[in-house]
């Protein structure tokens, strides 16, 4: 079983729509978790960290699943410039920053 | 944010030749650098740990011969690809931690090519 798994897409979505994904980890001690976005032929940037309790950044929510062990990634009032390769990411060993590890990405493409 | 910077952004060298890759925070002085790999349409895979004034940890399956690390300042750390073959042609990125902090910067990336 994959460590972190996502569903690649690609999700074509129309500009101004709704979109969710979501991604499953297999560490139930996993205590960190992340949303990065990935731009193609370019490096992951921090996009969100995802807490217990849900967080809210704009269009941005992230919601944590721990008794399922998913994460999950909302975008409202999608724009153009939201297509990109979302990374789910984990750090599986404990607190503070470790090594992580990323999901291979869902690829997401507004369309205008 | 913090910024981390990558040295050199892309380099294409023959096979059996060494590529050196620096990595370098910029503001802040990071004890602990991430070195990853990302083939093509693949995930990010963590290569090893670099740690400032003692050995990188590698994770499973990285060679620690063919894959140099030294962290030898707490704003620098370099990744040697010793005698180059095409497979290891990837895009190559560094990140690092802040003390304290929860997540790593991740610098600009550097694309190998081995011919």
């Known amino acids: 079983r994959k460590e972190v798994e996502q569903d690649p897409g690609p999700f074509n979505v129309p500009e101004g729509a709704t979109v969710a994904f979501n991604c499953t980890y297999s560490?139930?001690?996993?205590?960190?978790f992340f949303w990065y976005r990935q731009d193609c032929r370019k490096e992951p940037k921090l996009l969100m960290s995802?807490?217990?309790s849900g967080n809210e950044d704009g269009r941005f929510t992230a919601q944590l699943n721990r008794a399922s062990q998913y994460i999950s990634l909302l975008i409202r009032d999608s724009k153009l410039s939201d297509s990109a390769t979302y990374l789910c990411?984990?750090?599986?060993?404990?607190?503070?920053?470790?090594?992580?590890?990323f999901g291979k990405g869902t690829h997401l493409i507004i369309q205008p | 944010g913090a910024v981390v910077s990558q040295h050199p952004s892309r380099v294409i060298c023959k096979s059996g030749t060494s590529v050196k890759i620096e990595c370098r925070s910029l503001?802040?002085?990071?004890?602990?650098m991430f070195w990853y790999r990302q083939f093509p349409k693949q995930s990010l895979m963590l290569m090893a740990t670099?740690?400032?004034?003692?050995?990188?940890?590698?994770e499973q399956g990285v060679e620690k011969d063919k894959f140099l690390i030294n962290h030898a300042s707490l704003t620098l750390s370099t990744l040697t690809v010793t005698s180059a073959h095409p497979e290891d042609s990837s895009f190559y990125i560094c990140?690092?931690?802040?003390?304290?902090?929860?997540?790593?910067?991740f610098g600009p990336g550097t694309r190998l090519l081995v011919l």
């Open positions: 995802v807490y217990s």
């Open positions: 560490n139930s001690a996993s205590q960190s």
């Open positions: 503001d802040f002085q990071a004890t602990t």
């Open positions: 990140s690092a931690d802040i003390e304290g902090g929860e997540t790593q910067y």
């Open positions: 670099s740690n400032e004034g003692s050995k990188a940890t590698y």
């Open positions: 990411v984990v750090n599986m060993r404990g607190g503070g920053a470790d090594g992580l590890t």
